[in-house]
């Protein structure tokens, strides 16, 4: 049977990622990391199923497959789920995907949800319809053993600037709906967090106004790295959203000889969430970059965070 290019393509970049990773001298991935503590690690790393977006979206794997290319390929036993990457999320899809997870050993953290609707709209039943949207996801988050789902803070809003009455009434309608999407997620012990994703959500200022002003326990945050406007400082929009942080997303995109990645300094975004935050949670793995391939840049990224635990 005849292999199709991308194909070749994205096995070529997965046996080269592969090998690379086991080798310690090689300059993409900088020098072996230190010995950890005998302590143990200082936080545990998952893998966002985002970073794999390319190969899923052009068949050349399967969600299905996920588990297994995690545990096996890259040595990391719990994953992060996006839902607009299921295939056919029927309840036997789901059975089926837990069963692979359970085999491989493998925990299901969290589904980043997407394409569910505004749940900061100005029209009050499009923000209810959104959070409807959102629980047929709970209920696959609990069924899963997740411990959240993660959700947008969305509305019509464009960009992260706006006058103080604009922000004032996306507030109020963020807490309307978020306080309703969390007395529904909490019967099922799910907690909903909130990433720096866009829009408003990525004025940490607001979503760390959104955090204090709802009163449910399994509402977070999910700190991304990357998820700022140009301009704006990244370091201290993590340091504001690291109170509410139920997880961490490590966003990476290219890396230098070394294995520095390029945009990020991850010694000072670390040290906010070790030091600073003395978070212990999961850092995800989430990489988007273009110039090395999918696997590559997941491994870079892992040996990267690995100089940190």
Not at 143 to 158: T, W, Y
Not at 263 to 274: N, S
Request: with cysteine.
């Amino acid at each position: 049977m005849s292999i199709s290019k991308p194909r070749r393509r994205f096995l070529r970049q997965s046996l080269t990622g592969t090998a690379l990773a086991g080798t310690a001298g090689a300059s993409l991935f900088g020098a072996d990391p230190p010995q950890k503590s005998k302590k143990g690690p200082r936080f545990e790393i998952s893998l966002a199923e985002w970073s794999l977006h390319k190969a899923i979206q052009g068949n050349l794997i399967k969600t299905l497959d996920f588990p297994r290319i995690a545990r096996r390929t890259f040595g990391i036993g719990v994953i992060e789920l996006v839902n607009t990457l299921l295939e056919v999320p029927t309840s036997e899809y789901i059975t089926r995907l837990k069963k692979n997870a359970t085999d491989e050993g493998v925990r299901i953290l969290l589904i980043m949800c997407d394409a569910e609707g505004a749940l900061a709209h100005k029209d009050k039943a499009q923000r209810m319809k959104s959070v409807q949207n959102h629980t047929k996801w709970v209920d696959m988050a609990a069924e899963l053993g997740c411990h959240s789902i993660r959700v947008n803070m969305r509305g019509e809003e464009r960009g992260t600037a706006a006058n103080a009455a604009a922000i004032d009434d996306f507030v109020t309608r963020s807490v309307d709906a978020f306080s309703a999407l969390c007395q529904i997620a909490e019967k099922s012990q799910i907690g909903i967090i909130i990433e720096n994703h866009g829009g408003l959500s990525s004025n940490a200022e607001v979503l760390a106004r959104l955090m204090k002003s709802v009163n449910f326990s399994n509402l977070g945050t999910l700190p991304d790295f990357g998820n700022f406007d140009r301009g704006m400082d990244r370091y201290e929009g993590v340091r504001k959203l690291m109170p509410f942080a139920k997880g961490v997303s490590a966003k990476s995109h290219d890396f230098d000889a070394q294995g520095n990645e390029t945009e990020i300094d991850y010694g000072r975004m670390m040290k906010i969430v070790l030091d600073e935050a003395r978070f212990s949670g999961y850092v995800g793995i989430e990489f988007e970059g273009d110039k090395l391939g999918e696997y590559e840049g997941i491994w870079a990224t892992k040996r990267l965070l690995e100089r940190f635990q």
